[in-house]
């Protein structure tokens, strides 16, 4: 089945620095979608990137899709505190109906 | 936040039992699903509920059962509960036929 994998699975940096973390799928999407989620409570939904395209923004999120390579990339430049989640990719099964995620990268970004 | 609750917010309950878990739609939105998501783990598809009728399934046994109701709200009901079932369950809600999924804040269930 479809599934996103993180990669690297934690990640600590400083304030102020970029965050880039990667995901890695096993076969044709339509989409692929990033979640953050703070300390075990729900997932918030950041962005969405559609196979046809390469690269889309949204504030300080990044986000590229190398469908030829099945991975995607987030970046999220001058990081802040209040960044500090995990971070979990998603594909849709074939029917369209489920989300299927990776097991997350947690990012920690210390002032 | 999105317009999606869910309650309780945690439940603990012992082994056998049985245990519903509920969750309100974000306003506008005709379909529910629901996740496990054990500790450490990214959330795992349970069904989705969409013309109050599932709509998909994921590889979970048949004592994980769900309703959706007129006003597009739904239940989790899971039996028997087992120790593994400890997790936080998380509901999303969708209009049928886009891609974004909007979750709540999840339950967590404590199974002893």
């Known amino acids: 089945s479809q599934q996103g994998e993180e990669d690297p699975q934690a990640l600590s940096i400083q304030e102020g620095e970029n965050a880039t973390m990667n995901c890695s799928y096993k076969t044709s999407i339509n989409n692929l979608q990033w979640y953050r989620q703070n300390s075990g409570r729900g997932l918030v939904h950041l962005i969405l990137i559609r196979s046809n395209e390469r690269e889309k923004h949204s504030g300080r999120l990044r986000v590229t899709l190398d469908t030829s390579k099945k991975s995607s990339s987030l970046l999220i430049t001058a990081s802040r505190a209040a960044d500090t989640a995990s971070y979990f990719c998603a594909t849709e099964d074939q029917a369209g109906t489920a989300l299927i995620f990776g097991k997350g990268t947690t990012l920690s970004v210390s002032s | 936040e999105t317009g999606v609750t869910q309650s309780p917010t945690h439940l603990i309950k012992t082994r056998g039992q049985q245990v519903t878990l509920r969750c309100s739609s974000q306003s506008g939105h005709n379909t529910v699903s629901w996740y496990q998501q054990a500790l450490g783990q990214g959330p795992q598809f349970i069904f989705q509920?969409?013309?109050?009728?599932?709509?998909g399934r994921g590889n979970f046994p048949p004592r994980f059962s769900g309703l959706q109701f007129p006003n597009y709200s739904s239940e989790l009901n899971v039996n028997a509960l087992e120790l593994d079932d400890s997790a936080l369950y998380l509901c999303?809600?969708?209009?049928?036929?886009?891609?974004?999924?909007?979750f709540g804040p999840g339950t967590r269930l404590t199974v002893l």
């Open positions: 509920y969409y013309r109050e009728e599932e709509n």
């Open positions: 999303a809600s969708s209009l049928y036929g886009t891609d974004t999924q909007y």
